[in-house]
């Protein structure tokens, strides 16, 4: 109470204190209560059974209620800032699966994400872009905060059930997903709500792209509609009067889910540009000083094989501006269209001496981030076995499709498609999350290091000894 007091004393010149006595007690009880914007964010625990049973049966913060408050033994935070931590299920309810009473949820996201949420393989990650470790929940609003009057605060009353409340968006969050629950239960399990009012999934799950129903902006218009299905079939042999080979197609073709071996695809390296800019630079560094350091060489624009790994390793970004037109120029195109962000001014290279020294950086740079990852490891590393246990993907696969006369069906006309592609993704979405990166896999180093606090055979960031500030010796 006397940091908070001295804290608040130094923001606020007109506060004058919490005053002596019981007052006092109570006036902080009532300033957490009044700073919680509405919503619940502590859980108060009294060791005297009979004092908290008298204040159970009072409406907190009531007149009453701070007549006859005493300190508590002990304040529970329910939510805010929490980061990586998990959040206490015992102190929040479980959202039954009713999905008539509760269809639908809702998360605020930025437009500018969109591209990398609403692809048949995006998902919405607890944390975003930065991960689990910013924080462990996706975290949702059981009703769409913009049907709400912007200064709305639900009424504050004891918290015994699920409860039908806007949580509202961040502020400069522009566009909210409509989230089908009865998908996010079957594929991801129970959503929760907390005491503020908040809904959320379990710690460190995705929620698939099957369960994303509409987006749409801040002022309502609809961004993106998930397709609905149609009904009837036009395929059905008795839409085609007289093409009795069609008829024949379709009444003996077989559907079945499949594993798709096709050769898995990697990330492309203009997303990483998009996403991580800082990254896909040192990759391009890293990638340059290893085409300089080639035994073959490098051919100029003359046709001259020039061998730059002669220089020293700190000069041979220099030496091949110096040399080569065409690098100079690849150079100054790459900073100014794809990497604008990772340079302060990108007028200082468009002279010789901007250029050589904006050269020399990109080389050193290239020399420690290499430097780094032999040294303590790749910082997001995957195991073998991760590699070796990556996620399935299933398809769906026609039997009898076609015939040696050379008639044929589209695989989607086909009599029960929708059901087997409507299960080939579920099975998609099961794999991704049962294989997904949970925060307490230990990775083994492939490198031959090691830790080096400890020198074990684990990465440092896993080490026993790293959050305890010592060393083994």
Wanted: aromatic share 10%; net charge positive.
């Amino acid at each position: 109470m006397n940091d908070l007091e001295a804290d608040i004393s130094k923001r606020r010149s007109t506060f004058q204190g919490f005053g002596t006595g019981p007052q006092r007690h109570a006036d902080v009880f009532k300033l957490l209560i009044q700073n919680g914007g509405g919503k619940c964010r502590f859980r108060v625990y009294w060791r005297d059974e009979h004092l908290r049973l008298a204040l159970y049966d009072l409406e907190v913060g009531s007149p009453e209620f701070m007549k006859n408050f005493k300190p508590p033994t002990e304040i529970q935070c329910l939510q805010g800032s929490g980061g990586d931590q998990r959040i206490d299920l015992n102190a929040c309810i479980a959202i039954p699966p009713d999905f008539d009473k509760y269809p639908f949820l809702w998360h605020g996201t930025y437009v500018g994400k969109l591209r990398y949420i609403l692809t048949p393989t995006g998902t919405l990650k607890p944390g975003g872009d930065k991960g689990s470790e910013a924080r462990g929940n996706v975290y949702f609003s059981m009703v769409d905060p913009r049907r709400y009057e912007p200064n709305y605060k639900p009424e504050f009353c004891q918290f015994r059930e699920v409860r039908k409340e806007p949580t509202p968006f961040r502020g400069n969050i522009n566009c909210a997903i409509k989230l089908d629950y009865r998908v996010i239960h079957e594929v991801c399990g129970t959503c929760y709500e907390a005491g503020s009012l908040a809904a959320f999934a379990q710690y460190d799950t995705e929620i698939p792209f099957e369960a994303m129903l509409e987006v749409s902006d801040k002022a309502g218009w609809v961004i993106f509609d998930k397709p609905m299905i149609a009904g009837g079939n036009s395929s059905q042999p008795n839409a085609r009067p007289g093409d009795n080979a069609t008829a024949n197609l379709l009444a003996s073709v077989k559907l079945s889910v499949v594993q798709d071996k096709a050769k898995k695809s990697y990330t492309k390296r203009s997303n990483i540009q998009d996403r991580r800019p800082e990254k896909a630079f040192s990759d391009y560094c890293k990638e340059i000083l290893n085409r300089i350091k080639r035994a073959s060489g490098i051919k100029i624009e003359d046709n001259e094989i020039c061998h730059f790994d002669t220089f020293p390793e700190g000069k041979m970004f220099r030496a091949r501006a110096e040399r080569d037109i065409r690098f100079r120029a690849q150079l100054r195109k790459a900073m100014r269209e794809t990497y604008p962000t990772c340079i302060g001014d990108v007028t200082s290279i468009n002279d010789w001496d901007g250029l050589m020294r904006w050269a020399d950086y990109m080389n050193e740079h290239a020399i420690q981030n290499k430097e780094h990852v032999r040294q303590y490891g790749n910082p997001n590393p995957k195991s073998q076995a991760q590699r070796d246990d990556a996620p399935p993907k299933w398809k769906v696969a026609a039997e009898g499709s076609s015939d040696a006369a050379g008639n044929s069906i589209p695989l989607n006309t086909a009599p029960g498609y929708d059901a087997a592609r409507r299960q080939a993704e579920l099975q998609n979405v099961q794999a991704r999350v049962q294989t997904a990166y949970r925060q307490d896999d230990r990775r083994v180093p492939s490198d031959g290091y090691g830790c080096h606090i400890c020198w074990g055979n684990h990465y440092a960031r896993d080490c026993w000894y790293l959050d305890r500030g010592y060393g083994p010796y």
